[in-house]
């Protein structure tokens, strides 16, 4: 398992961007596909993206599609969540987890950041 540390996130307009960063532990981070999840107070956790380990293959959720963006750099054992063109329903903490494979279940996920809240204001 990698131990996964997430910084960025915070309050910002309605169409405005953040970019989230999770930084990983060990020399075997790019080993690892990467996802990212949030959790909206009252709903259940629902993926956001995920990356390979190579960054080559990706997957959105439909409601990000087009405004965020997945990457990784492996030299930096980093993972980065660029989010464009916010709204308040994007409103939620934001988690980087670590699979073993390419997936969008959380629960093949077995290694989580520490959560980072993003408030989008309208």
């Known amino acids: 398992q990698v131990q996964l540390v997430q910084s960025g996130g915070g309050l910002v307009q309605a169409g405005g961007s953040l970019r989230l960063s999770c930084a990983a532990s060990g020399r075997t981070f790019s080993r690892y596909p990467m996802g990212w999840f949030r959790q909206a107070p009252g709903k259940e956790r629902e993926f956001v993206a995920c990356t390979s380990w190579s960054g080559c293959t990706t997957y959105y959720g439909n409601y990000v599609k087009g405004r965020f963006t997945i990457s990784r750099d492996n030299d930096k054992n980093t993972v980065y969540l660029q989010m464009n063109s916010l709204k308040p329903e994007d409103t939620a903490i934001y988690y980087c987890?670590?699979?073993?494979?390419?997936?969008?279940?959380?629960?093949?996920?077995?290694?989580w950041g520490q959560g980072t809240q993003v408030t989008v204001s309208s």
């Open positions: 987890a670590a699979a073993n494979i390419v997936t969008l279940d959380p629960n093949e996920y077995n290694s």
